[in-house]
């Protein structure tokens, strides 16, 4: 039975995008011990190397994080627009239901409106009739005043009419001789003005001809000038389309072999008939039928247990690697065969696996284990929302768990007190295992994060802050002493534990909810070497007992703020959780799979049209100028021509300004000539005197329209008084019978105009924050990039070339050894995603509308509970203080991956613990209750086999695949 703090099981394949780059170290050289032989590889270390795998780190994680913005930025505006369209709906139902209500009122006031209108019309009708008849009564007054008038005026010009009667020959031969006078001046004007306009047309034709005959020279010299200029641009244009040899160079994008996983598994009917026993809800200590699973598929992964798939009969070729570099990132469901005839990868020393290759196999786990969360959330959704119903992660792309210098730290140390306190494999890092309390994995965890969630509660007042903790615990072997045959062993062992575990949405195995929680965000992969005591133990689940076997501890951990994902999220993005340690051993196989070369180009081409249009630039623009240099000398023609003509026509003009002055001269003396002599014969101007009186009554009229207009403006204005007063009555009579709705109105939108502004707010400071993150990770790079140029000019300062040969100057005052200093990258929260795998994108901020009442939020449990069981890490609301309940093993195999920090509830959790141990425990979210079984202190009925029991089955099992030829088939434990 596998137990869900231990996973020996499948774990090459979902890490291509799970793991940032945070640093890259270069060597002079490297030497890989391979199964059989060694070899020594060239020189490989080359800053310039560094630094353009900085650099493409650099663009795909700007890139990403670029593209996750605009996805963030366009889920909020989309969460604002469907925010703002159902307020919007809401505030005009409640306006349509105003105004029915107003509507019904006004129905109802009909008769009292009508009545009052009636009235407030015939007090308007009457006082508007006494206004107009004020006004008319002042109307007539004037017209009468001016009827007087003209009366009086007809009869003052009678009289003058008479007086000038008497002189009337007198005055008749004046007006005779000034109507001559008037007359010869008149021709004079006449002819003088002939002669002026014979003279300017006789000069403006004599200036066209002129005119005329330049601009035909010049039209003539830019023809000649643009038909030069149109053949020089016909040869550059032939020139120009000529055909011509283009050099270069392009990358051609390589892909190394990458091993599949296999599905289409067939093993030996022994093996088949052991069926498939896993932890899940339901069914403990039974065998669970291949018709139980939702994708049958799942099942044969059950089959990696077994020590490099050896049951398997049909092995194919292209599921089998033959180097690290071809191990998948990924992880597709399938097992990976191993042939150790083509194993290129390096020797594993009888003392165990080193340093460098235990970072190497983390590195694959931590992929692993990524692929696992992220294919199950984008192809088996259900598995996964059932996991993380509770948690506020539903539908919520999972951010990718990290390997830091944190959790290598934590790994470390649970490795050192399992070994100190003598934990085998089927057993887990618990105090129940024979450990105290402070020394096991949950214990360091704590101390890890303990100041991040006490920052955390102080930071997020008023919300609840979960501690996420779990161990899942499997055992690695090898037939074989090399890296790859411990991989290949791992992978399949962790295909198993997680992906054998996903039997249907409502009975997924403890190792697998571990790992699909999805506000567990670090994670701690500890190799504890195994003693020949515990490989010999009955139950151990070790076949081959030459190579070291090792219990590989997977040491989860997180922090949940309210279950809200978006919360959570962003503290998981927080450069908190420590750097990477496995950046360098990753991206050395991506690299290895995914590459481009450099490759020489030469071709003959035809030159584009933009090529011949740059090669025949010059000859065009020489044309355009050519065509406006010849405008350009029309212009100055014309613009000579004009000024001409302006100059005669001004000339015209005052030759005939003269000849009226002369006209105006002439009749100024006729006029005084004849009042002299009207006025010598005592004549009368009658037509003076007329226009005397005529302006009299003139003014008078004025005057009273003057007057008249201010009469209609005071009637006007008192007539609008009379409207406004009246209507103002009205206005309140109705406004007490039917209330206006307007305020009410008004103040809903001005509500709807709020959640807008309010969504836009919240869009604008993603978008401000979405910046300054991208400018910080560019910041971040320049800066590495800025450091690996500088270091290279350094190490090359003491470097001459001569001929084919490098001479080092010698050193002064300094020695220098080959270590080429770690390039820092940035904290592993803000790494980028490799392209293989899918940017997760933060789901955006819902913009609560302001007519939306607040959420009613159950109270909050004050003590943290992290109890373990069923391979699930679920927790209770933390406070103040963390307790936890762990539960041991059952029949050799312990069912608990969750352990914490233990405050006085112990109560509680006993409570907890039962209730979990139905099948009823399955549907309840956010704690997770382990099941502690004894053979020697309880006898239930689920515990069906014994450590005794087992052991007989599993030497039986041994020894009957001893008789049929297959070697290496004791099942692996998970715990």
Do not use: C
């Not at 003052?156 to 000038?164: E, G, K, L, P």
């Not at 069923?870 to 539960?887: K, L």
């Amino acid at each position: 039975m596998r137990n869900s703090n231990t996973n020996n099981w499948r774990s090459t394949a979902l890490v291509a995008g799970a793991i940032l780059t945070a640093g890259v170290v270069t060597t002079t050289s490297t030497t890989n011990a391979h199964a059989d032989d060694n070899q020594n590889n060239a020189q490989v270390s080359d800053t310039q190397v560094t630094y353009d795998q900085v650099r493409a780190t650099a663009d795909q994680q700007l890139a990403q994080l670029q593209s996750a913005n605009d996805s963030k930025e366009a889920q909020q505006a989309t969460a604002n627009e469907q925010s703002n369209a159902a307020d919007l709906a809401q505030t005009n139902a409640q306006i349509d239901q105003l105004k029915a209500s107003h509507a019904a009122l006004e129905q109802q006031q009909a008769g009292a409106i009508a009545q009052a209108q009636a009235s407030t019309a015939a007090s308007i009708e009457a006082q508007t009739s006494a206004a107009n008849a004020e006004y008319q009564q002042q109307i007539d007054a004037q017209q009468q005043n001016e009827a007087a008038q003209r009366t009086a005026n007809d009869q003052r010009y009678a009289q003058a009419v008479s007086q000038a009667a008497a002189n009337q020959q007198a005055i008749a031969d004046v007006q005779a001789q000034y109507q001559k006078s008037l007359s010869d001046a008149a021709n004079t004007q006449t002819s003088q003005n002939q002669s002026a306009t014979n003279d300017y047309n006789a000069a403006i034709a004599k200036e066209n001809d002129a005119y005329q005959n330049k601009v035909n020279a010049q039209q003539a010299t830019n023809a000649a000038n643009v038909k030069n200029a149109e053949a020089a641009l016909a040869t550059a244009t032939a020139n120009a389309k000529k055909p011509y040899n283009v050099e270069g160079t392009k990358e051609v994008a390589k892909d190394g072999r990458v091993a599949k996983s296999q599905l289409d598994v067939k093993v030996d009917d022994y093996v088949q008939k052991q069926g498939i026993r896993l932890e899940v809800p339901g069914y403990y200590d039974s065998t669970i039928p291949v018709s139980a699973y939702t994708h049958k598929e799942f099942a044969n992964t059950y089959y990696g247990e077994y020590p490099d798939s050896s049951v398997i009969l049909n092995k194919a070729e292209d599921s089998t690697p033959h180097s690290i570099n071809e191990l998948p990132l990924d992880f597709q469901p399938g097992l990976l065969n191993y042939d150790a005839k083509n194993d290129q990868s390096e020797k594993v020393s009888a003392e165990g696996l080193s340093a460098a290759q235990i970072q190497v196999l983390r590195a694959l786990v931590v992929s692993w284990e990524n692929g696992f969360r992220n294919n199950v959330f984008n192809n088996y959704r259900d598995f996964y929302n059932a996991v993380n119903s509770q948690n506020g992660f539903a539908n919520v792309a999972p951010n990718d768990l990290v390997n830091t210098n944190i959790s290598d730290s934590v790994a470390d140390q649970v490795v050192a007190s399992r070994t100190k306190y003598n934990v085998d494999n089927n057993s887990h890092s618990i105090t129940s295992s024979g450990m105290p309390k402070d020394a096991t994995y949950s214990a360091y965890l704590a101390n890890a994060t303990k100041n991040l969630q006490n920052d955390l509660t102080n930071e997020f007042t008023g919300k609840t802050v979960y501690d996420v903790t779990n161990e899942n615990l499997t055992t690695m072997q090898a037939a074989h002493p090399t890296l790859l045959n411990y991989a290949i062993n791992l992978y399949n062992s962790m295909q198993g534990m997680y992906y054998g575990e996903l039997v249907n949405p409502t009975h997924i195995g403890g190792h697998a909810k571990n790992l699909l929680r999805a506000d567990a965000h670090i994670v701690g992969i500890g190799f504890q070497k195994l003693t020949d005591a515990m490989v010999t133990k009955p139950g151990s689940g070790v076949s081959d007992r030459t190579n070291p076997s090792y219990a590989v501890t997977f040491d989860h951990t997180g922090i949940n703020i309210d279950h809200n994902a978006n919360l959570t999220k962003e503290v998981q993005g927080r450069n908190v959780w420590g750097n990477s340690t496995v950046d360098a051993q990753t991206n050395a196989i991506k690299g290895a799979q995914h590459y481009t070369v450099t490759e020489k180009t030469s071709q003959t081409v035809n030159p584009t049209d933009e090529k011949v249009q740059e090669d025949t630039a010059g000859a065009q623009q020489n044309l355009a100028n050519v065509k406006a240099q010849a405008q350009q000398a029309l212009k100055v023609l014309e613009n000579d021509h004009q000024a001409n003509v302006n100059k005669l026509t001004q000339q015209y003009n005052d030759a005939k300004a003269q000849v009226k002055a002369n006209y105006d001269n002439a009749v100024a003396k006729a006029v005084s000539v004849r009042d002299a002599a009207l006025k010598a014969n005592g004549a009368v101007d009658l037509q003076a005197y007329k226009a005397q009186l005529d302006e009299a009554y003139q003014n008078l009229v004025k005057a009273d329209q003057v007057a008249a207009q201010k009469f209609a403006a005071d009637r006007d204005a008192k007539i609008a008084n009379i409207k406004t007063s009246e209507n103002a009555k009205l206005d309140a009579k109705i406004a007490e019978l039917v209330p206006s709705i307007e305020p009410q109105i008004q103040e809903l939108q001005a509500r709807h105009q709020a959640v807008v502004a309010h969504g836009d707010e919240v869009l604008a400071e993603l978008k401000a924050t979405n910046k300054a993150a991208y400018d910080k990770l560019q910041s971040q790079f320049n800066v590495q990039l800025a450091a690996i140029q500088k270091r290279d000019a350094a190490k090359n300062a003491d470097k001459v070339q001569l001929g084919n040969n490098t001479v080092v100057l010698p050193a002064q005052g300094k020695t220098t050894n080959g270590n080429v200093a770690t390039v820092a990258f940035p904290a592993t929260a803000s790494r980028p995603q490799a392209a293989s795998h899918v940017q997760t994108v933060s789901t955006p901020s819902i913009v609560r509308t302001a007519t939306q009442a607040p959420v009613a939020v159950a109270p909050v449990v004050a003590t943290t509970n992290r109890v373990a069981g069923n391979g699930n890490a679920q927790q209770a609301p933390v406070v103040t203080q963390t307790a936890a309940v762990a539960a041991t093993t059952n029949n050799g195999t312990t069912t608990n991956n969750n352990s914490a920090t233990t405050t006085p509830v112990a109560a509680t959790a006993n409570k907890a613990t039962k209730a979990d141990n139905s099948k009823k425990s399955a549907t309840k979210a956010d704690v997770t209750v382990a099941k502690k079984q004894s053979p020697a202190k309880k006898n239930e009925s689920s515990q069906k086999v014994n450590q005794s029991s087992m052991s007989i089955v599993a030497l039986a099992a041994t020894a009957l695949l001893g008789t049929i030829g297959i070697t290496y088939s004791s099942k692996k434990r998970h715990n």
